[in-house]
């Protein structure tokens, strides 16, 4: 129990000790009130009116209201303290304590606005009330905001007085800004911006920076904390709907910034976001942030994005490299296949096409039901021809088409096997160099492989 507390059940024994007492001994009644008066005013913090009868009115609403607030019979606790602030308004800070709780009670069960906003208005009073009275600022401007956001976040007249208070709060406060504020300061950045237009895009950003930094700050403290994420999540999605995300925003506002601070993640990760909710994936800030992120938090999904984006740029080396690491960063054998795919797209359009047909090969290799990895490697032996023709005999000159319908026809591919078809040798061709359809032979070149004479 509190001091204030034990003073109170004191003098309330001794109150009905006096009564009792009070007709056989006037003496022991004075003794007895000037005790009761003495501990009442031993208390530390309290500062009771040096009038003898206001002192004792004092020290009678003191026990009322806080005898109806302990009960939840907040409007009779109410009625008291109105006589304490206007009596004796530096008692004790926490006539201002309970009196915003209490008045917060009764604009909860309230139904009628008007009476509602009163009470509010009340509460919110209790803050300015304990700041005049005790100086203890530091203490309520947290409190205060919170209170403000809960009653006032769809009052737009309000919005300009949040603000201020908000920003206050923040700036006075700083590592000890309560954190289940953070959220309520960006969205209070939103609706003022939006409803009054008087904040521009740029101070917006200001703040949701030194607001994203604070959060920063408190993940370094508690690296475990999941729910600092979720805040981190929310302040980038009310910034995007806050400032006109556009390209021309992101590459002038966060591009800049981004330079300076190269290794912030938070910075990195909001530009992804943002250039996601504006469709800018072609801005190189853009690109730059998710490699940034990529190299700190590896996962699948940005690396193929990075990949994508540099075959888009025709970086092939950097695609290439940040598809390979995409299979590395799943165990979905689809993906890898899909990976797989666009190396040995890169690898064929590059002119590559040993090392396209590797990359074909471990599509089919980590995915057997993807066959379409043998029209590839079909489409890499039709290519073939001029490349590997010696132009001494046609039927070896044309093995490659051989070797590209098996493809072909290993992928299911009907259309690829009659294109095929139609390159083979004719009967006279195979007969004037002394061969015989069925006969095997090697296409030699970069392809390599055995096949069976075929006729057209």
Not at 90 to 117: C, F, M, Q, R, W
Request: hydrophobic share 35%; aromatic share 12%.
């Amino acid at each position: 129990m509190t001091g204030h507390t034990d003073g109170t059940e004191i003098k309330e024994s001794l109150t009905k000790l006096f009564i009792k007492i009070m007709r056989p001994n006037m003496f022991l009644l004075a003794c007895t009130a000037f005790l009761i008066a003495g501990i009442a005013n031993a208390q530390p913090g309290w500062n009771w009116p040096e009038d003898p009868d206001m002192q004792t009115k004092a020290q009678e609403k003191n026990a009322l209201y806080t005898d109806n607030f302990k009960q939840g019979n907040y409007r009779r606790a109410a009625d008291h303290l109105v006589w304490l602030f206007q009596h004796a308004p530096n008692l004790n800070n926490s006539i201002y304590i309970n009196g915003a709780k209490i008045y917060d009670e009764l604009s909860d069960a309230e139904t009628d606005a008007a009476k509602k906003a009163v009470y509010q208005d009340s509460s919110m009073l209790m803050f300015d009330l304990r700041i005049k009275y005790f100086d203890e600022e530091d203490k309520v401007l947290n409190r205060k905001a919170f209170t403000a956001y809960k009653y006032w976040r769809n009052d737009a007249a309000k919005y300009k007085e949040m603000y201020d208070l908000f920003s206050k709060a923040f700036q006075s406060d700083g590592e000890d800004f309560w954190i289940s504020n953070v959220v309520a300061f960006m969205d209070v950045v939103r609706r003022y911006k939006l409803s009054s237009g008087t904040l521009t895009d740029a101070e917006v950003l200001s703040i949701y920076d030194q607001i994203s930094n604070y959060v920063k700050g408190q993940q370094e403290k508690a690296p475990s904390d999941k729910r600092l994420e979720v805040i981190q999540d929310n302040l980038d999605k009310l910034l995007a709907a806050t400032v006109d995300v556009s390209c021309e925003f992101i590459a002038n506002n966060l591009g800049p910034k981004y330079l300076q601070e190269p290794d912030n993640l938070g910075m990195a990760k909001n530009i992804i976001k943002l250039s996601f909710a504006g469709k800018c994936l072609d801005l190189d800030v853009f690109l730059e942030a998710v490699k940034f992120v990529q190299s700190k938090e590896p996962e699948y999904g940005l690396a193929l994005l990075i990949g994508v984006k540099s075959t888009e740029r025709e970086d092939y080396n950097t695609a290439i490299k940040y598809y390979q690491e995409a299979i590395k960063l799943t165990d979905d054998n689809t993906k890898k296949a899909d990976c797989f795919k666009s190396i040995a797209d890169i690898h064929y359009k590059e002119g590559r096409k040993t090392q396209a047909r590797e990359a074909a090969l471990k599509m089919v290799e980590v995915d057997p039901s993807r066959k379409d990895a043998y029209t590839i490697i079909g489409n890499l032996y039709f290519s073939s021809y001029n490349e590997c023709r010696k132009g001494e005999n046609p039927v070896n000159d044309r093995a490659v088409f051989f070797a590209a319908y098996e493809m072909y026809r290993r992928a299911g591919n009907q259309q690829g096997m009659a294109n095929a078809q139609q390159q083979f040798p004719s009967m006279e061709e195979i007969f004037t160099y002394n061969m015989e359809v069925g006969q095997q032979i090697s296409t030699g070149c970069w392809v390599n492989e055995t096949v069976t004479i075929q006729r057209r």
